[in-house]
């Protein structure tokens, strides 16, 4: 497992909202979580993949969202190769924040990996 901590300050004005209602103002779109779900799982590739570093892209990206992550929260992220095959990788990710009793996400993935041209 790699450790990666993530901080993102809080909005200093709250004038220029959306119509989004109050309880969504202050959470992490679940988007930009999945950029950096797949950002952690290709470092967690490269880690298990230290001899050869060869580059993979996601083929499965299997998120279960169980709590809100919220502006200004630390997130604690655990990410894992499980098994790295000669084409395939599988990946394991879980991610909580320093605020939350529990987890807040689970990944589990899969990853191509891209062989070297000669």
Same mark, same amino acid.
């Given at each position: !497992?790699? !450790?990666? =901590? ?10 220029? *909202? *959306?119509? &989004? ?10 988007? &930009?979580? +999945?950029? /950096?779900?797949? &950002? +952690?799982?290709?470092?967690? $590739? #490269?880690? +298990? ?7 993979? $892209? ?6 279960? !969202?169980?709590?809100? &992550?919220? #502006?200004?929260?630390? #997130? ?5 190769? =499980?098994?790295?095959?000669?084409? /395939? %990788? ?6 909580? *924040?320093?605020? %939350?009793?529990?987890?807040?996400? $689970? ?5 191509? /990996? /891209?062989?070297?041209?000669?």
């Amino acid at each position: !497992f790699f !450790f990666l =901590m993530i901080r993102r300050p809080p909005r200093s004005t709250q004038s220029r *909202s *959306s119509a &989004a209602s109050d309880v969504y103002k202050r959470q992490v779109h679940g988007g &930009a979580l +999945a950029t /950096i779900i797949d &950002a +952690a799982t290709t470092l967690a $590739v #490269l880690k +298990a993949d230290i001899e050869q570093l060869r580059r993979s $892209v996601s083929i499965e990206l299997n998120l279960s !969202f169980l709590g809100p &992550a919220k #502006l200004g929260d630390n #997130l604690l992220i655990y990410a894992d190769c =499980m098994r790295l095959g000669g084409t /395939i %990788a599988y990946t394991c990710l879980l991610y909580t *924040s320093d605020a %939350a009793d529990d987890l807040l996400c $689970v990944d589990l993935g899969g990853r191509r /990996i /891209i062989k070297k041209k000669n």
